[in-house]
């Protein structure tokens, strides 16, 4: 639909008579068109196809003679709206609001569909209540289904309808609390070694790992779920780091690797490995004896062949 001005060429196929009458009668009394004048602009305003059509029903006589009353009765009587029928209503009671369309856009579809149904004093009832069962699942229905079906009119159902909605709207937008995230502290290498001389010589820590944690975490946070705890080097004993080697359990043990007193085999880095050695040669730690002249060792090593 191609534009003349502020009003738009009638195509009898792409716009309804009556929504174009409307403007033409809103642009003739905006613009003060003299009567004589009227019927011009029309034909003016007509497409090829809308005025071949006019002059079809305008004949034997010449559709230029006619005036512009005459004309729009013409046109009105052409397009004059078919009789009710079971089909209209058929279109009306069938009606569902589609998803994504607004309750107003339902409640002004639903009018155009009853324009047609020649309802009566019936319109207010069948409009109520096809926009209430056509709604669909939601609070909005939920809401309407506990009033009075007697007491309700289109205006206040549309009107309960849409504060429903709303408050589901604004339940769904509550600003959720957030978490904040959760830091752990960490040491650098010069800290754990400063750690673990204040562990042997049981100083205070003088604000170290207070000042090194509220670093990480901030002011007045700790770890969530988690006590405060000392963080130690690696044990060189046992390689465990939840204490000082010190106090290691294991530090009277003996390497299984290399014989050596004071760590275990898993933290052992020599080259060296001593299988099934008597007690007898053990002469210290650190010394691995020769066992070449030992009965024992020779039947019960796997270093020698027997």
Not at 59 to 67: E, G, H, I, L, R
Not at 117 to 133: I, P, Q, S, W, Y
Request: with cysteine; glycine share 6%; net charge positive.
């Amino acid at each position: 639909m191609s534009y003349l001005g502020n009003l738009p060429i009638y195509d009898h196929k792409t716009c309804e008579w009556s929504i174009f009458k409307s403007r033409l009668t809103q642009f003739l009394k905006v613009n003060d068109v003299s009567e004589e004048k009227k019927s011009a602009i029309l034909i003016t305003h007509l497409s090829d196809e809308a005025y071949r059509l006019v002059r079809n029903l305008a004949y034997p006589k010449d559709a230029d003679s006619f005036s512009y009353v005459e004309l729009v009765s013409l046109l009105d009587n052409h397009f004059k709206p078919k009789k009710c029928s079971y089909t209209v209503k058929a279109r009306f009671y069938g009606a569902t609001r589609t998803p994504g369309e607004s309750l107003g856009d339902w409640a002004a579809r639903l009018r155009g569909l009853a324009s047609y149904c020649e309802f009566g004093a019936a319109l207010e009832t069948n409009l109520t209540d096809r926009f209430v069962l056509g709604l669909g699942s939601g609070p909005a229905r939920d809401k309407l289904y506990e009033q009075d079906p007697s007491k309700m009119k289109i205006d206040r159902a549309l009107e309960i309808a849409q504060q429903a909605e709303s408050a589901r709207e604004a339940k769904f937008m509550e600003v959720s609390v957030k978490e904040e995230p959760v830091y752990r502290a960490s040491f650098t290498l010069d800290d754990r070694r400063e750690a673990n001389r204040r562990a042997r010589t049981s100083e205070p820590s003088s604000g170290y790992s207070g000042q090194r944690q509220r670093s990480h975490l901030g002011d007045g946070q700790s770890v969530r779920g988690q006590q405060p705890r000392r963080d130690f080097p690696r044990c060189s004993v046992c390689g465990l780091r939840n204490h000082d080697e010190e106090k290691c359990r294991y530090k009277g043990y003996r390497c299984q690797k290399c014989g050596e007193k004071g760590h275990l085999k898993k933290v052992c880095d020599k080259n060296v490995q001593i299988n099934n050695i008597c007690d007898d040669h053990d002469k210290g730690v650190g010394h691995i004896p020769d066992p070449d002249h030992c009965e024992e060792c020779h039947n019960y090593s796997l270093k020698f062949q027997n």
